[in-house]
């Protein structure tokens, strides 16, 4: 009889470090974790998120829960679409300062 592996579930978290630019009110957290509910796709649909994915605000942070397979680089990319979309891309930079942290 053949071994049949189960998948452990993986839950993978993200935060975006919003703090100095909320601090010198450039971007507004809130308004990032909105964008990021309303475009993060799931199976190829926009605003398909479910329970396998949660995006939370937590003060200057945003956090991004993930069930499911989510790549931080696809996280990074919908970000510096925001950023592009609000004017500040020539002016901020997104930056990795750990493996699961954007600033």
């Known amino acids: 009889m053949p071994k049949t592996k189960k998948a452990k ?3 993978r978290k993200f935060t975006l470090d919003c703090t100095h630019p909320a601090e010198d009110k450039i971007l507004d957290p809130a308004d990032l974790s909105n964008y990021l509910n309303e475009r993060i796709k799931v ?3 926009v605003g398909n998120l479910g329970t396998s994915i949660a995006v939370q605000r ?4 945003v956090n991004v829960l993930s069930d499911i397979q989510f790549s931080k680089r696809y996280l990074k990319y919908l970000t510096k679409k925001y950023l592009k979309k609000q004017n500040l ?4 930079r997104v930056v990795a300062t750990n493996p699961t942290t954007y600033e």
């Open 9 to 11: 579930k993986v839950q």
């Open 43 to 45: 199976g190829g649909k």
């Open 58 to 61: 937590e003060g200057n942070k």
């Open 89 to 92: 891309r020539d002016w901020l």
